[in-house]
Each structure stands twice: as C-alpha cells, then as structure tokens.
C-alpha cells in the first residue's frame, strides 16, 4: 500500500507539474505579447497566483472530481494511478501532436473507464452537469467578449487602443532600465509615451486615464487568470488524492498547486513565448476583455464546484472580441478543433482508462 501510494504522488505531482507547463501561455500570454509585463515577472506571479488558487479555491472542484463522478468507496489507489496516468499520457500525446483538446474533459472520462471497467457506480448526474458547462462556456465567453470589448470601446477608441499597442511593441527592452519597477512591467512605465502630448487635446480626461491604465489592466486580468487556473486545473492531477482519501483537500491543493507553480517556472518560457508572439496578435482593448472574461467564465464554474477548459473559455472570448471590432481573431479551424476536441478527448479517455483498468484487474485480481 506504502509504494502504491508512492506511485500514485509521483504520477500525480508529474501531471500537475505538465498542466502548469501547459496552461502558462493561456493566463499570460496576452500581458507578455503587449508588453505590459516582462518574462519572468509573468511566470513568477503565475506560480505564487496559481498556488493561492490551488490551495484555497480549488475545494468545490476537488470535492467533484473526488466524490461526485464515481463511487470513492470503492476506489483503490490501483485505480487512481491508472485514472492520472491515463490523463497525463493522453494530455501529453495530444500536445505533443497539437491536437486540441481539453485536460477537464479527458480526465473526467478517465475516471468515467475505470468506473465502467471496475464495476464502480458512476454519478451520471455530475457528468451530464460538467457536460452542460463546457457548453455553455465557450458561448458565455463569446457573448462576454463582444459585450466587453464594446464597453471599453466606449472609452477608449479603436484608434487609440491600437496606437498604444503599436507604441509598445515598439519602444526597446528596458533592460538597460536600472529601475526594477521599469524593468518588471515595462508597458506600465511606458504609458506616458502612449500619445504624444500634441496629440492629447481633444481627449477626455476620463479616456486618457482609461488608455493609460489598459497595461495595468491587462496584467490585473492576468493575474486573476493565474488565480483561477490554480482553482480550476489542480484537481485533474490531485483529484485522486481525495478520491483515495490520501490528503485533505487544503493540503491535495497545495500539493498541486506547488507543482503547477514549479512546471511554470521551469519550462513555461518556451511556451509563454510561442503563445505571446506566435498565436496572439490582439490590441490592448480586446486582449483585456478577452483575458478578463475567460477568468470570471472559468471562475463561474469553479463558485458551483465545476471546472471547464481554460483554452476554450479563452477562445470563444478572442471570438466574441473579433466580432466586437468586425474581424476574425478565432479562425474556423480552431472552432472545429474545439468540436473535435470534445468527441476525440473523451472517447480517449475511456477507452484507455477501461482498458487499463480492465488489465489491472485480470493480473493483479484488485477486486
């Protein structure tokens, strides 16, 4: 019991440490593109916020994963290790291939084939409530985004946004800065540049302070995103853990969370770098509300005790931001790489899951 327990932390902490790799460029990406904020400042605040999300809002999700998708009763650790080790294998596939799918949804269906295949009651109830918000969640962040991209507009003009966003990507690295605060959040320490002064007549003082705080809102919305990745993602690795009873939930989410935090710090650059330069090309407006409204669509969620994808709900927000201005942010393709997602991500998750399981149980006899 001793070293399937062993087993079952390391398979853990290994998935949790992928997902902070994974998710680092869908909660920062956008702040780092717009230069608001610099490198490492984006992944330091990324694992001290993500932490804070594990560990002290990720309760109601671990209770779901733990307690609401099978009967925990009669779940042994053997069971557990082949849920996480089937989700992080496929997790792990389908980046490597660039196929898109989501983490939640492949884990929810892994628990799902050992439940099937081990002969553990399944609470159908919780299944069809997960399947309801990953949904409606993409579509409220597409309605989201159109909303609050349009709201800001009315403070800030297109034109405006897209003269600061213009003027950041270009002013030089603050490198040679000797003041930390400048070298930390380079966007912020450059807004008095934004409009050159001749420029600034005929606006508003209300639209001039909203054009100069757009960097600091980015990276707010950033943060918040960083919170909420750490209450909604931790519990695809550490939702076993309550599953099998081995931890509570504050120390299951801390547990998590603190290996979230180090695969950020240790292998996020590449990929905060490929999403900020790469993937997203939005001004300071739309990049704002798109990061803000996948934030509270996620957090919704994670209040009622249910998770749904980061990337999707980020997706149809950059969707309803473009549609906002008029323009495609979200290509066709990505939209059908959604719907493939949620076909390809749980058929996978099952069939693996119960075949392990089902091998489990004809060689080792666990029930």
């Not at 916020?49 to 009763?73: C, K, M, P, Q, Y």
Request: charged content about 10%; some cysteine.
């Amino acid at each position: 019991m001793l070293i399937s327990s062993i087993i079952l932390i390391v398979v853990a902490v290994g998935f949790a440490w992928n997902l902070g790799v994974h998710y680092t460029g869908a909660v920062m990406g956008m702040p780092y593109a717009a230069r608001s904020i610099a490198l490492w400042p984006a992944l330091i605040l990324i694992a001290v916020l993500t932490i804070l999300g594990a560990t002290f809002a990720s309760g109601g999700v671990e209770t779901t994963v733990g307690l609401h998708i099978i009967n925990d009763r009669l779940v042994t650790i053997p069971d557990a290790i082949i849920i996480v080790l089937s989700a992080g294998s496929l997790t792990l596939l389908y980046n490597y291939q660039k196929i898109p799918t989501s983490t939640i949804q492949i884990l929810v269906f892994c628990v799902v084939g050992v439940g099937l295949a081990g002969k553990i009651p399944i609470y159908w109830i919780t299944i069809s409530k997960l399947a309801v918000v990953w949904v409606c969640a993409p579509l409220l962040a597409f309605g989201l985004g159109f909303l609050f991209t349009r709201l800001l507009d009315l403070v800030v003009p297109l034109e405006l946004a897209r003269a600061q966003t213009q003027l950041q990507a270009r002013v030089p690295s603050t490198r040679s800065d000797k003041h930390w605060f400048s070298q930390a959040f380079p966007g912020l320490a450059r807004e008095a540049q934004a409009i050159p002064p001749a420029n600034t007549s005929h606006i508003s003082f209300l639209t001039l302070l909203a054009l100069r705080s757009l960097p600091l809102l980015l990276v707010c919305v950033g943060i918040a995103a960083s919170f909420v990745l750490g209450a909604n993602d931790v519990s695809n690795a550490t939702g076993v853990f309550i599953l099998t009873h081995l931890f509570s939930l504050p120390l299951a989410g801390l547990i998590g969370g603190i290996a979230m935090a180090v695969g950020t710090l240790t292998w996020g650059r590449r990929i905060l770098k490929t999403v900020a330069f790469d993937v997203v090309k939005m001004d300071l407006t739309m990049a704002s509300a798109a990061q803000g409204v996948q934030a509270l669509v996620v957090l919704l969620a994670v209040t009622q005790g249910l998770f749904t994808s980061m990337n999707q709900a980020l997706i149809g927000a950059m969707a309803g931001a473009g549609l906002a201005r008029g323009r495609e942010t979200v290509q066709r393709q990505q939209i059908l790489g959604i719907l493939r997602g949620w076909l390809i991500g749980p058929l996978s998750g099952i069939i693996m899951a119960s075949i392990l399981e089902w091998l489990a149980q004809l060689l080792f006899h666990l029930r």
